[in-house]
């Protein structure tokens, strides 16, 4: 699995995100709450520095509630802040606003003891592809979206929004490029949807979405597909067979369309519709560092 999916992009990115750094007072890593560990850049700590930053559990609706737990007790340990968030519905945006004060505050106190004017808190998002960047700054903006560049006499141009009368947003979100060397990083971004489809071989995808689902949720794939399977016995093939039985993905001499099939169990994951889950946990950091 080493296909080069993000060409050229990683050194860029961070070049671009180090330059907007000397500008905000906080930073906001947006992951997926379903694949915390994959959809973190592995450079993150070197880019981010000293930098004040708060963690968000995106698609949080979506994944299982007790290893989000876990995760944000993981993040607690190593002193960050981790928050769950939608960033569709808004819930968490007001702890998130929350804690943007909080982790400023020292900010804020040091520039009153100097005797300076108040101003705005300012914050970046950054985040993978497809993790919820513009949802949630959508979400802070709504649509009374003032873009505060706008004020004459700011010859920044348009690049800050105004959140509340508080705190200012980086109109553009960074972009970070997923550690893509890693065998099991690449297939949960492909499952979340964080890498084009147009370069998957979906039908591979869903195989090995089915291994992974067999092993940690098999209560989930008997319950949506109706199946009756011993999962410690069986092979992946066979659950996949015992699916397009079920959902009538054959061809018409009655082999299986694998293609079909492969779509319809990956939008099921996508869309929640196999429930809350989450495929990686914090005890398992240690044997994906290598
Ligand atoms: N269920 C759920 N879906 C979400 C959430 N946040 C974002 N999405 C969906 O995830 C997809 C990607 O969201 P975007 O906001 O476009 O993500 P992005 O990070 O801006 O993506 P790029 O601009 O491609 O890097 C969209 O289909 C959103 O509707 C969430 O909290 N829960
Ligand atoms: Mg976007």
């Known amino acids: 699995m080493h296909i080069n999916w993000y060409p050229g992009h990683m050194k860029k990115t961070k070049e671009l995100i180090q330059g907007h750094l000397k500008l905000v007072d906080v930073v906001v890593e947006l992951l997926d709450a379903r694949i915390p560990i994959s959809s973190r850049n592995p450079q993150i700590d070197e880019i981010l520095g000293q930098k004040p930053r ?21 993040f607690k340990e190593q002193g960050i802040v981790a928050i769950p968030i939608n960033s569709i ?27 300076r004017a108040t101003r705005a808190i300012r914050m970046m998002i950054v985040g993978i592809p497809n993790v919820g960047k513009s949802s949630l700054i959508n979400k802070l903006v709504g649509k009374k979206a003032t873009r505060t560049g706008n004020k004459p006499g700011v010859t920044k141009g348009k690049q800050w929004i105004r959140v509340r009368d508080d705190i200012e947003l980086f109109d553009t979100p960074g972009i970070l490029w997923p550690k893509i060397d890693d065998k099991e990083a690449g297939l949960n971004l492909a499952f979340t949807g964080a890498i ?95």
Not at 101 to 112: F, G, H, N, V
């Open 196 to 290: 084009n489809d147009d370069t998957l071989i979906i039908e591979d995808i869903a195989f090995e979405l089915i291994k992974r689902l067999m092993k940690r949720y098999p209560d989930v794939l008997t319950k949506r597909y109706d199946l009756e399977m011993d999962f410690e016995t069986v092979e992946p093939i066979e659950v996949l067979d015992a699916i397009a039985k079920k959902r009538n993905c054959l061809e018409r001499n009655k082999d299986v369309d694998y293609f079909k099939l492969g779509k319809l169990i990956i939008t099921d994951f996508r869309n929640g519709r196999l429930g809350h889950l989450t495929l990686e946990k914090p005890s398992e950091m240690d044997q994906r560092n290598g």
């Open 89 to 115: 519905s808004g819930d968490g945006v007001k702890d998130l606003l929350k804690q943007v004060k909080i982790e400023t505050k020292p900010l804020l106190d040091k520039l009153k003891a100097q005797g």
């Open 54 to 74: 708060i963690v968000l559990m995106n698609k949080f609706d979506l994944c299982d509630q007790r290893i989000l737990k876990d995760w944000i007790d993981y």
